[in-house]
């Protein structure tokens, strides 16, 4: 084994789950909830594309958590269930630098979209007559190239150093896909700076946008309960539990796993957390607000209309 170690430049995922029968009936969990995904934010993309009520800057900006919401679950569960049914639990090293670039793009990219998310609320609810101007078609594509942008960056720089660290001791990674802080104990050499820079960079991408949309949603709130009229009050505060619910879902566990000292951490606690951010975020997104939202529920209800009307 060691020998296998030293010579080759593959890593080996342990998997979230073990290879009995309780194992691939949570796989099989696993594969219906990557199908609801896949399918509910296709259908989100493809309203928002095709219904022009939804051609809001709010809705431009759900269609891009929608489509990182399907690269994020793409990028981690299809290997997990390949690696499970084959028996096979390595990957290439190229594939593991390919996944996690994929991995922490999405990460880094939805955390600032939420927060542009939040910010576009704030403005519809407590500043609507600037709303045309602060949230026009340029600023609306400016926050999501930036997002992307941004997103990018980070994952670029985390994947290429975390690569180029010397691997003498183990390629095992205590993961289901190549998360950069189960990547870091395997390493031959301290790594303290190189962990200063993820808790500087979830500080930058995660806690500070997290913080940004309490902010906002706390404004938000404190106006909608001075709302003269009921039904004003009552569509601004479905909206805003809507987006907390899908913020507190994100967040929490990932600035929880990403802020933890290493020396408070277990690899069990870390996969069980990764769940929730890499594959139930993904699939309750459309869902909470498809179900909470209105216009969706009447973009979803004309298009299959129409759908339906062409058939007969």
């Given at each position: 084994m060691e020998k296998w170690n030293q010579t080759s430049s593959d890593f080996t995922l342990l998997g979230l789950f073990s290879q009995n029968q309780t194992g691939l009936l949570l796989l099989v969990l696993i594969i219906f909830i990557f199908s609801v995904a896949?399918?509910?934010?296709?259908?989100?993309?493809?309203?928002?594309?095709?219904?022009?009520?939804?051609?809001?800057?709010?809705?431009?900006?759900?269609?891009?958590?929608?489509?990182?919401?399907?690269?994020?679950?793409?990028?981690?569960?299809?290997?997990?269930?390949?690696?499970?049914?084959?028996?096979?639990?390595?990957?290439?090293?190229?594939?593991?630098?390919?996944?996690?670039?994929?991995?922490?793009?999405?990460?880094?990219?939805?955390?600032?979209?939420?927060?542009?998310?939040?910010?576009?609320?704030?403005?519809?609810?407590?500043?609507?007559?600037?709303?045309?101007?602060?949230?026009?078609?340029?600023?609306?594509?400016?926050?999501?190239?930036?997002?992307?942008?941004?997103?990018?960056?980070?994952?670029?720089?985390?994947?290429?150093y975390v690569l180029h660290l010397p691997y003498c001791r183990s390629r095992s990674i205590n993961h289901f896909f190549c998360d950069v802080p189960a990547m870091i104990p395997l390493a031959c050499m301290d790594t303290w700076v190189y962990e200063y820079m993820v808790f500087v960079s979830t500080i930058l991408y995660l806690l500070l946008p997290f913080l940004g949309i309490t902010s906002s949603y706390g404004r938000v709130l404190?106006?909608?309960?001075?709302?003269?009229?009921?039904?004003?009050?009552?569509?601004?505060?479905?909206?805003?539990?809507?987006?907390?619910?899908?913020?507190?879902?994100?967040?929490?566990?990932?600035?929880?796993?990403?802020?933890?000292?290493?020396?408070?951490?277990s690899p069990t606690e870390d996969k069980i957390l990764a769940v929730f951010y890499t594959i139930l975020t993904p699939m309750l997104n459309p869902i909470i607000y498809s179900l909470r939202n209105k216009e969706v529920l009447g973009a979803m209800t004309r298009v299959l209309g129409t759908f339906y009307s062409t058939k007969h």
């Open positions: 896949l399918l509910g934010n296709s259908a989100m993309i493809h309203l928002i594309r095709v219904d022009p009520r939804l051609h809001t800057p709010m809705y431009f900006l759900l269609s891009q958590l929608s489509l990182m919401d399907l690269m994020h679950i793409s990028t981690t569960v299809p290997k997990m269930v390949f690696n499970f049914l084959s028996g096979q639990k390595s990957i290439t090293f190229l594939g593991c630098g390919v996944q996690s670039f994929f991995f922490l793009t999405m990460a880094g990219s939805e955390g600032l979209l939420l927060a542009s998310m939040a910010y576009d609320r704030f403005v519809a609810i407590c500043h609507p007559l600037h709303y045309p101007i602060r949230m026009s078609k340029m600023m609306c594509l400016k926050m999501i190239i930036g997002s992307w942008t941004l997103g990018s960056i980070n994952a670029l720089l985390h994947t290429i404190f106006a909608v309960f001075h709302m003269h009229s009921k039904e004003g009050r009552k569509k601004a505060f479905t909206t805003c539990s809507t987006h907390l619910t899908v913020v507190t879902f994100y967040y929490a566990p990932f600035v929880y796993t990403y802020l933890r000292p290493k020396s408070l951490r």
